[in-house]
């Protein structure tokens, strides 16, 4: 696991920026495939208590439909289905 700053621009105004640092955790190719493989192992569960563990409750999910819940809550409802 290797943690790399990064720095991330926020604009205050028209013209202003900002800039905080955030730190960022990167992770071996062979954890990201198992997180993506428990991930996937979620679709048609009946059991969606380990998506908790997987995801932050804020987390983005850009590729939910316009009509389901933003975050967290919009990922289990897809689940579900």
Request: a negative charge; hydrophobic letters at 40%.
């Amino acid at each position: 696991m290797v943690r790399a700053p990064l720095v991330r621009p926020i604009l205050l105004g028209d013209h202003q920026l900002l800039w905080r640092p955030r730190t960022v955790t990167a992770l071996s190719p062979e954890h990201n495939r198992q997180v993506l493989q428990r991930f996937d192992a979620l679709l048609g569960a009946d059991d969606l208590t380990e998506l908790d563990e997987l995801c932050t409750p804020d987390m983005v999910n850009h590729a939910l439909a316009p009509d389901r819940p933003a975050g967290l809550a919009g990922t289990r409802e897809f689940l579900q289905t």
